[in-house]
């Protein structure tokens, strides 16, 4: 994340959105980035699936997802949760966390009374200039450490979501960048030039600075860089693990145009690579348990940290309301409770 947040900001409250959708809304955005727009979505589609996926209550995230959540007694006595849409409930913003060394806001934040923050993703959308991504490697490695050193069990994700430019009329319909948010050296500006009045050496610039895939299919030498170090980073399991490390963390190349506008290119990072995106949310959960649920079973039997899961027959997924029609389909699957328990 910047370390500068633009009074611009975008307060658009959170809306339901899914993974392709919202990488849509990154990959194709146009004009500048100062105002967060570009990666808004993300946020959203992380704070919904959280709720959906994750068990959360939405109350308990920031931004706050459009759901609500009823409960009542099932007929062996058991609770049954049942969740429903309703936008206009819908928060905005980030939280402002206390680190150790400051305070920080956090793109996507679980809290649970009276524990704390207990989850948070922090995301970072990059559109250009791929070659200095690792610039900025100690201020990602900070952001972590500070949080970690005043809440050694929060669970903190990363996601790096990075516009997959493969051609230079890809790089020059790329959104302007932020400049707080992004380590672009002196007389590195040339990808925010018009096309006709880039030069050959301004081309042969762009090529080595801000193409993401080449014409091979292979990955730029910065992204790969980029992927080696964060791999560095991430896979802190216990509480007395490096502070410095991110529970989670991943990469994903959105495609920017045509039909695969919004889908992830498949051929990177590699498959047995511990940044894909596929095991990210999984990994969040599984780390939240083994230390909120099974690690403090107190707090768990009384229901303060447990997951929850959702009634089948919620309007959610029955989808037999006015107007489900045109919300958006999953593309995980929702944290379900088995009927026969009900």
Same mark, same amino acid.
């Given at each position: 994340m910047a370390a500068r947040r633009s009074?611009?900001?975008?307060?658009?409250?959170?809306?339901?959105?899914d993974?392709?959708?919202?990488?849509?809304?990154?990959?194709?955005?146009?004009?500048?980035?100062?105002?967060?727009?570009?990666?808004?979505?993300?946020?959203?589609?992380?704070?919904?699936?959280? =709720? /959906? #996926?994750?068990?959360?209550?939405?109350? +308990?995230? *920031?931004?706050?997802? &459009?759901?609500?959540?009823?409960?009542?007694?099932?007929?062996r006595g058991r609770p049954r949760y049942f969740l429903s849409y309703d936008p206009a409930i819908a928060g905005t913003g980030e939280q402002i966390v206390l680190g150790g060394l400051?305070?920080?806001?956090?793109?996507?934040?679980?809290?649970?009374?009276?524990?704390?923050?207990?989850?948070?993703?922090?995301?970072?959308?990059?559109?250009?200039?791929?070659?200095?991504?690792?610039?900025?490697?100690?201020?990602?490695?900070?952001?972590?450490?500070?949080?970690?050193?005043?809440?050694?069990?929060?669970?903190?994700?990363?996601f790096a979501i990075i516009r997959a430019n493969r051609t230079?009329?890809? =790089? /020059? #319909?790329?959104?302007?960048?932020?400049? +707080?948010? *992004?380590?672009?050296? &002196?007389?590195?500006?040339?990808?925010?030039?018009?096309?006709?009045?880039?030069?050959?050496?301004?081309?042969e610039t762009i090529q080595a600075n801000d193409i993401a895939i080449q014409r091979d299919g292979s990955t730029a030498d910065g992204i790969i860089r980029f992927h080696a170090a964060l791999c560095e980073m991430t896979?802190?399991?216990?509480?007395?693990?490096?502070?410095?490390?991110?529970?989670?963390?991943?990469?994903?190349?959105?495609?920017p145009k045509g039909d695969q506008a919004g889908q992830v290119f498949r051929g990177f990072p590699p498959d047995e690579s511990p940044l894909r995106l596929e095991p990210f949310f999984q990994t969040l959960y599984q780390r939240y348990e083994e230390r909120f649920v099974y690690g403090a079973p107190l707090l768990a039997d009384r229901g303060l940290t447990t997951r929850l899961q959702w009634d089948p027959n919620s309007s959610v997924f029955a989808r037999q309301e006015l107007g489900a029609a045109t919300w958006p389909e999953l593309d995980f699957e929702p944290r379900l409770a088995d009927p026969q328990t009900s």
């Open positions: 009074s611009r900001a975008d307060t658009t409250p959170c809306q339901w959105i993974g392709p959708n919202a990488f849509r809304e990154f990959a194709t955005h146009q004009g500048k980035t100062q105002s967060a727009r570009h990666i808004k979505p993300l946020h959203w589609y992380i704070a919904c699936r959280l =709720v /959906l #996926e994750g068990g959360f209550r939405p109350e +308990d995230i *920031t931004p706050r997802p &459009p759901f609500v959540v009823r409960e009542q007694r099932g007929t400051k305070t920080k806001n956090v793109d996507v934040v679980v809290n649970r009374f009276p524990v704390g923050p207990v989850l948070a993703v922090s995301c970072k959308g990059v559109t250009k200039a791929f070659r200095n991504l690792t610039n900025r490697m100690e201020e990602t490695i900070g952001e972590c450490t500070n949080l970690h050193i005043t809440y050694p069990a929060m669970v903190i994700g990363y230079i009329e890809d =790089v /020059l #319909e790329a959104p302007e960048l932020d400049r +707080d948010d *992004t380590a672009t050296e &002196p007389g590195e500006a040339e990808s925010e030039k018009p096309a006709h009045s880039l030069t050959a050496r301004a081309v896979g802190r399991r216990g509480i007395r693990d490096e502070i410095s490390r991110y529970e989670a963390m991943t990469i994903a190349l959105i495609e």
